[in-house]
T-cell receptor, first 109, second 117 residues
């Protein structure tokens, strides 16, 4: 079973920031927090990952709570192309990714 | 630098036929992972292979499913005597020879959508 909890869906307006939450209350000290997204009819795409500190890359930012029991993926300025299902995944040294149902992000023009 | 290549993108098989799905990893990658996705669900791990070796097949159904990754050529996921319940999207991912563990993001292919009629 997935060790993360995400809302089923979220809506946002185009060109506004989007904050996608993820709860992972049973996270262990060695678990990394990974985010992937899946556009319609596409394979999953790696977005970002982190361990303790907040992370930024060209796609998004990842804010990790101090106790690490939750995290938030931030899209700074959503576009229609960001409409996808976003998956939050905990990963230890195991190569397996355990996927939940993710959050379906709907972007309104 | 081509990404992970999967073919065919779409595959239709009648019940009882065989399905062969191919995955060519990224250049320089020698680890391949297969996942299955049913509609409206997340992906489920099936099998992890290195060249000429099956490392972990704990997610593979016990019957009809097999996977290989030969020394030369793509990785093959083979489903014999397909049934309607095998209809799903099948994705593969690859990683370099020296897997960097959890501090690494995987690259996935675009998948093969299998429909059994």
């Amino acid at each position: 079973d997935a060790k993360t909890t995400q809302p089923n869906s979220m809506e946002s307006n185009e060109e506004e920031p989007v904050h996608l939450p993820c709860n992972h209350s049973t996270i262990s000290g060695t678990d990394y927090i990974h985010w992937y997204r899946q556009l319609p009819s596409q394979g999953p795409e790696y977005v970002i990952h982190g361990l303790t500190s907040n992370v930024n890359n060209r796609m998004a930012s990842l804010a990790i709570a101090e106790d690490r029991k939750s995290s938030t993926l931030i899209l700074h300025r959503a576009t229609l192309r960001d409409a996808a299902v976003y998956y939050c995944i905990l990963r230890d040294s195991n190569y397996q990714l355990i996927w939940g149902a993710g959050t379906k992000l709907i972007i309104k023009p | 630098n081509a990404g992970v290549m999967q073919n065919p993108r779409h595959l239709v098989r009648r019940r009882g036929q065989e399905a062969r799905l191919r995955c060519s990893p990224m250049k320089g990658h020698s680890h391949v992972y297969w996942y299955r996705q049913l509609p409206e669900e997340g992906l489920k791990f099936m099998v992890y292979l290195q060249k000429e070796n099956i490392i972990d097949e704990s997610g593979m159904p016990k019957e009809r499913f097999s996977a290989e990754f030969p020394k030369e050529g793509p990785s093959i996921l083979r489903i014999q005597q397909v049934v309607r319940g095998d209809s799903a999207a099948y994705f593969c991912a690859s990683s370099p020879q020296s897997d960097r563990g959890s501090n690494y993001g995987y690259t996935f292919g675009s998948g093969t959508r299998l429909t059994v009629v």
